[in-house]
Every structure is written in structure tokens, then in C-alpha cells.
């Protein structure tokens, strides 16, 4: 049977997922994960693919890919047969390490992609197996250095710095996320949350003060698209900034979140 063509991104960021064959486990040891994180890194520098986001468990990886299509099959092609050979060698294992070809998932909106990063660096805590800030195997202590990769400073700024992005992989922060994102027979499920009106007005008086419809509204063209990608940004639809500010339609949705 012929399989399906890959989704692209318009973004050119994915949020890619694998799996052990069978569902068996990855990484028997602390050096089968040095050596995968090792290679991720060599192979995505040599196909110019940047990482902005990853997560390693036992059976399953998932990393955030930001690069060319054809240039990210390139690099995980040359990470799984690296890896399968450095497995195999190692292990005594015969056969496939990885369950068929690897997952990719368009990610197109910023709000999407804050809620993808923290779903990968989340894994752990789902699983039982520790936190997030005290996991070794995830990005999540990287975007908390002191001068992290460039990659990962844009990232966040979209959450608002680093104490808004620990507020982000909270307990709080989880409940009030725009996206819902669940895992199904391997694929990835996303369902964003409705605002209702009234969360909406109170959200707006919360980033705009009382006046929030006249504030926006009077605001220069710059200023004014900034304030409709934030409302956009925290879950409000067109229909609801069109009746909240007076702003048209078509201007709303030419500010892409």
C-alpha cells in the first residue's frame, strides 16, 4: 500500500515523533541516549535543521523541528541508521530498532507551537517518571540558561521570558492552555479551547484596561496588529475581537498568530 504523503509546514516546523519497533525500549542505558542526543545534534547541524524543542523516553522520542522537508527526512534518516547500528551493535539486537518511518505534524500557529513545547517537555510527568525541571533528557532545562541557542530565545519571547514559560509547564499554566493535544492510536490530536464571551471581555480588560476597545482601535497600524495577534494568541476567534474592538474581519485576519 502506498503511503500517504507528508504534510507541509508552511512554518517549516514539525513536531516529529518515533517509536521502538514493537514498542520496545530505545535507550537501555544513559549512553545509548548520549549517543542518539550526540548524533541529533551533529546531523541536524549538517542538514541545517535547528532543534527547538526534545524529549527522550524510554520506548519514544519527541522532537521539534524547525527546517526544509526534505532536509529533515535527510537528517532523520542518517539519526535512525546511526543509531540502529550504534543499538545493535551494542545490544546484540537483530532486526528494526524503530517502528516504521517517523511522524511529522505541522505546526503552523505561535500558540501552537508554545503548547507543543510544553506537551514534549510534559512527557515525563505523564509518565509517572519524574518532573519536567527535573528531567535530564528533555530541552527544558536548555531554554533556561543563562544565554540559551537564539532558536530557543525566540521561543521565549512568545511565552513572555523565563518566568512566564516555568508559569507555562505548571499545573496552572496546563489548565489554562489554549490547545488541548492528546495522543491516539500514535497520532497526535489537537483540539483548541473555546473562550467563552466573558472570559474573552475579561481577558481583554486584563492586557488593555477598561477601555480596551477604544485603546486598540486608536492605536497606529503596528501597534494595532501586535494587539490582535495577542488577543489571537490567547484563544479569542475573529468573530469575538470583530464585536469586542469594532475592527474588521479582514483586518483581524491578516495578523496571523
Same mark, same amino acid.
Given at each position: 500500500?502506498?503511503?500517504?504523503?507528508?504534510?507541509?509546514?508552511?512554518?517549516?516546523?514539525?513536531?516529529?515523533?518515533?517509536?521502538?519497533?514493537?514498542?520496545?525500549?530505545?535507550?537501555?542505558?544513559?549512553?545509548?541516549?548520549?549517543?542518539?542526543?550526540?548524533?541529533?545534534?551533529?546531523?541536524?547541524?549538517?542538514?541545517?535543521?535547528?532543534?527547538?524543542?526534545?524529549?527522550?523516553?524510554?520506548?519514544?522520542?519527541?522532537?521539534?523541528?524547525?527546517?526544509?522537508?526534505?532536509?529533515?527526512?535527510?537528517?532523520?534518516?542518517?539519526?535512525?541508521?546511526?543509531?540502529?547500528?550504534?543499538?545493535?551493535?551494542?545490544?546484540?539486537?537483530?532486526?528494526?530498532?524503530?517502528?516504521?518511518?517517523?511522524?511529522?505534524?505541522?505546526?503552523?500557529?505561535?500558540?501552537?507551537?508554545?503548547?507543543?513545547?510544553?506537551?514534549?517537555?510534559?512527557?515525563?510527568?505523564?509518565?509517572?517518571?519524574?518532573?519536567?525541571?527535573?528531567?535530564?533528557?528533555?530541552?527544558?532545562?536548555?531554554?533556561?540558561?543563562?544565554?540559551?541557542?537564539?532558536?530557543?530565545?525566540?521561543?521565549?519571547?512568545?511565552?513572555?521570558?523565563?518566568?512566564?514559560?516555568?508559569?507555562?509547564?505548571?499545573?496552572?499554566?496546563?489548565?489554562?492552555?489554549?490547545?488541548?493535544?492528546?495522543? %491516539?492510536? +500514535?497520532?497526535?490530536?489537537?483540539?483548541? $479551547?473555546?473562550?467563552?464571551? &466573558?472570559?474573552? *471581555?475579561?481577558?481583554?480588560?486584563? /492586557?488593555?484596561?477598561?477601555?480596551?476597545?477604544?485603546?486598540?482601535?486608536?492605536?497606529? %497600524?503596528? +501597534?494595532?496588529?501586535?494587539?490582535?495577534? $495577542?488577543?489571537?494568541?490567547? &484563544?479569542?476567534? *475573529?468573530?469575538?475581537?470583530?464585536? /469586542?474592538?469594532?475592527?474588521?474581519?479582514?483586518?483581524?485576519?491578516?495578523?496571523?498568530?
Amino acid at each position: 500500500m502506498t503511503r500517504a504523503g507528508r504534510r507541509i509546514a508552511q512554518s517549516d516546523i514539525y513536531h516529529v515523533v518515533e517509536r521502538g519497533a514493537g514498542r520496545r525500549v530505545l535507550f537501555e542505558d544513559d549512553g545509548d541516549r548520549k549517543f542518539f542526543l550526540e548524533k541529533l545534534h551533529d546531523y541536524a547541524q549538517d542538514n541545517k535543521v535547528s532543534l527547538l524543542a526534545m524529549c527522550l523516553m524510554d520506548n519514544h522520542v519527541h522532537l521539534l523541528l524547525k527546517g526544509k522537508m526534505d532536509d529533515l527526512v535527510c537528517l532523520m534518516r542518517s539519526l535512525n541508521t546511526s543509531f540502529a547500528r550504534h543499538y545493535n551493535g551494542k545490544h546484540g539486537h537483530v532486526g528494526p530498532v524503530f517502528q516504521d518511518r517517523f511522524a511529522s505534524y505541522p505546526v503552523e500557529e505561535d500558540a501552537y507551537l508554545m503548547e507543543v513545547v510544553r506537551y514534549i517537555h510534559l512527557n515525563p510527568d505523564r509518565a509517572g517518571i519524574g518532573r519536567c525541571d527535573n528531567y535530564r533528557w528533555s530541552s527544558y532545562a536548555a531554554y533556561l540558561k543563562e544565554h540559551p541557542a537564539k532558536e530557543l530565545e525566540d521561543i521565549l519571547d512568545m511565552f513572555g521570558g523565563r518566568d512566564a514559560f516555568v508559569a507555562f509547564h505548571s499545573e496552572d499554566g496546563v489548565e489554562v492552555g489554549l490547545t488541548d493535544i492528546r495522543v %491516539k492510536n +500514535d497520532q497526535i490530536l489537537v483540539a483548541r $479551547k473555546a473562550v467563552s464571551d &466573558g472570559e474573552a *471581555v475579561d481577558l481583554a480588560r486584563d /492586557l488593555f484596561g477598561d477601555k480596551f476597545s477604544t485603546c486598540i482601535a486608536s492605536m497606529g %497600524k503596528a +501597534d494595532r496588529d501586535r494587539a490582535l495577534q $495577542k488577543l489571537r494568541m490567547h &484563544g479569542l476567534s *475573529v468573530r469575538q475581537i470583530e464585536r /469586542l474592538t469594532g475592527i474588521g474581519r479582514g483586518v483581524i485576519q491578516r495578523c496571523k498568530v
